[in-house]
């Protein structure tokens, strides 16, 4: 079965301080990839989305960035956190050939800039 | 983007149906209809989804109106686990992957 796995759990940043966040996805292979970050009482607005190594879109431009080294892993960036990037940063999977988009979303990470 | 029109929140008791109700006026001919849960500080899961024909899982039915301007999603029996934010959400077949997300509806379950 596949499983998504997010690290870490929770963070807490100063301002300017750079910022990394992994998510590996197991037991599938070439699947889209995506970040997602969640303001407080939210929707999720969509940040990057991949669909092969190294092939990142973005969807908002902002100080973040998104980087695809393997396949099944992803990783989103920052080289200095601005008090607006709190939120909760939910990375999420779908199969590449199916017809509707299943998403599959991580246990996320709670980041606070302070 | 087809836009959708959920309740903030909608209130049930434990042991009874539930019909969450969304509005998808402007969804065009081929686009999928989804739904997501949410849970409190967890990742959406997804419930369901649907394109013209009413569908059944193990967790919920979804209910499309003939015109496909709305849908319905039915949970037959809720439980206090039910309680989550549950998303609507239109993809459309030339969406490259993406689903544009709303601020759903809050489902409290009374005990």
Not at chain 1, 7 to 12: F, G, I, K, Y
Not at chain 2, 20 to 36: A, F, K, M, R
Not at chain 2, 44 to 68: F, K, Q, W
């Amino acid at each position: 079965s596949q499983t998504i796995h997010q690290w870490p759990a929770t963070l807490v940043q100063p301002v300017g301080s750079p910022l990394s966040l992994e998510c590996t996805v197991e037991g599938t292979s070439n699947p889209n990839l995506y970040w997602y970050r969640q303001a407080a009482g939210r929707g999720l607005q969509l940040l990057f989305y991949s669909v092969g190594i190294g092939q990142i879109s973005s969807e908002v431009p902002q100080n973040l960035s998104a980087s695809r080294p393997q396949d099944r892993q992803f990783i989103l960036s920052s080289k200095k956190l601005l008090l607006s990037d709190s939120g909760f940063y939910l990375c999420a999977w779908s199969k590449r050939a199916s017809s509707y988009n299943e998403q599959f979303f991580g246990p996320g990470t709670r980041l606070t800039v302070l | 983007d087809a836009k959708t029109t959920q309740p903030n929140s909608m209130e049930s008791n434990e042991e009874e149906p539930v019909h969450l109700p969304c509005n998808h006026s402007t969804i065009s001919g081929t686009d999928y209809i989804h739904w997501y849960r949410q849970l409190p500080s967890q990742g959406p899961e997804y419930v369901i989804h649907g394109l013209t024909s009413n569908v059944n899982n193990r967790m919920a039915s979804l209910a499309i109106a003939e015109d496909r301007k709305s849908s319905t999603l039915i949970l037959h029996r809720a439980t206090l686990r039910d309680a989550a934010v549950y998303y609507c959400i239109p993809e459309p077949m030339d969406s490259n992957y993406q689903l544009i997300w709303g601020a759903g509806t809050k489902l409290i379950i009374k005990p």
